[in-house]
């Protein structure tokens, strides 16, 4: 076996390989592995922007009285 690859639900990014892709891998020309970990690492913290927006969104709503069911949605970042 050269490559494993872990079910998102087990962990966000979890790859091993008994190859060397770093060897054939260049800036302007990545290998696919190390573009997925960047891609899945770039989602993941997207993810977690939108969720911490959106959790700062109610708290200021509850500070300001208003149920957080209440709160207006935050704006769609552009």
């Keep these: 076996m050269e490559v494993i ?15 060397h892709p770093e060897f054939k891998s260049r800036p302007s020309k990545p290998a696919p592995l190390f573009m997925g970990l960047m891609r899945a690492a ?5 993810a977690r922007l ?3 927006r959106q959790q ?8 300001d009285g208003m149920s957080a069911v209440d709160a207006p949605e935050a704006a769609p970042s552009a």
């Design 42 to 46: 770039g989602a993941r913290a997207v």
């Design 5 to 19: 690859e872990l079910p998102r639900e087990t962990h966000p990014f979890f790859i091993a390989a008994q190859y």
């Design 56 to 63: 700062e969104t109610a708290e200021e709503a509850v500070e």
């Design 50 to 52: 939108e969720r911490d």
